[in-house]
């Protein structure tokens, strides 16, 4: 959190993105980014959920432990999925600190200070650091009425602002904008002082977050604010095409990969099993007999 706030102070610009397994969290570590966000998100790009309400604790807490196995430099946070916060501050507690038990850093939930101040303040109260998330909110887009930009309008838009502020205030280290005019992520990073991370909300804010799917050519319909950085759908299709054509072919494996018996052992095993099929006639016919 210290390294994050002091970005914000030095305007270095903050490098988030997701990860779900050890692999995809040892190279996007390896990669340089400063955090690594075990998103809700694995619903819908590993389990292949329609949106993110149907992940559990227990999704997001195995992932997490898988993600922490990878002992990255980066910062690990982890989601709080939907229904794990909103019942009770009790239970809000009692779920990040599973999560901080398998291995992440942080946890995020959905919402800002004025939606849930109360559940920023416990959590910080024990000991758990929270990162806020304003703007378009997955886990209620029933409720916006879809996954829409969020602060087109004056109203809104202060609405948005005053969810931030309160969530520095109830003690977020940091807050997330999603899907929300520029105009309302450049006010809401001039007026706190704790850094924010956008995704789909302009370049004005500290920092920028991707879906490591998203980013990498693999989900089918991305969002429109997301950028591929590469098309590994193509390259992965292609290699296990060619492994296939290879297979029926005849042609894998070739000599360099498959390994034989000691020196005259096969020659040996040969005759064990001659010696024992005519063993095994012997005894039948004495059986029968």
């Known amino acids: 959190m210290k390294t994050l706030l002091e970005k914000k102070e030095k305007r270095e610009r903050i490098v988030m993105i997701t990860a779900y397994d050890t692999i995809t969290a040892r190279l996007v570590d390896e990669a340089g980014v400063d955090v690594i966000l075990v998103g809700d998100s694995l ?9 993110t309400l149907q992940v559990t604790m227990d999704d997001m807490v195995r ?9 990255p430099r980066a910062m690990i946070v982890g989601d709080m999925p939907f229904m794990s916060y909103e019942a009770s501050v009790s239970e809000a507690v009692h779920n990040a600190g599973k999560l901080l038990a398998a291995g992440a850093d942080a946890v995020k939930i959905e919402g800002g200070g004025e939606s849930y101040g109360d559940v ?5 109260r024990a000991g758990i650091p929270v ?8 886990q209620r887009y029933k409720l916006l009425g879809g996954y829409r930009l969020m602060g087109k309008t004056a109203s809104e838009a202060l ?5 931030a502020i309160a969530a520095e205030e109830e003690g977020a280290f940091a807050v997330v904008i999603e899907f929300t005019a520029w105009e309302v992520a450049k006010t809401i ?8 991370i956008c995704i789909g909300s302009g370049p004005y804010c500290d920092g920028q977050v991707l879906v490591v799917h998203d980013a990498l050519g693999l989900t089918p319909n991305p969002p429109p604010f997301t950028k ?5 759908a193509e390259t992965i299709r292609g290699a296990v095409e060619q492994y296939a054509r290879e297979v029926r072919e005849g042609v894998f494996p070739d000599e360099k990969r498959y390994w034989g018996m000691k020196k005259g052992e096969y020659g040996k095993l040969i005759d064990m099993l001659e010696n024992g099929k005519e063993h095994r006639n012997h ?3 004495k059986y029968n007999k």
């Not at 609405?159 to 969810?163: H, L, Q, S």
């Open 159 to 163: 609405e948005v602002i005053r969810d």
């Open 283 to 285: 005894f039948r016919l």
């Open 120 to 124: 920023i303040r416990a959590l910080r």
């Open 63 to 71: 992932h997490v432990a898988a993600v922490a196995r990878a002992e």
């Open 228 to 232: 591929q950085y590469a098309n590994l």
């Open 43 to 51: 619903g819908m790009v590993l389990l292949g959920y329609s949106s």
């Open 131 to 138: 990162m806020a998330h304003v703007g378009l909110t997955p």
């Open 189 to 196: 990073t001039e007026k706190l002082s704790i850094p924010t």
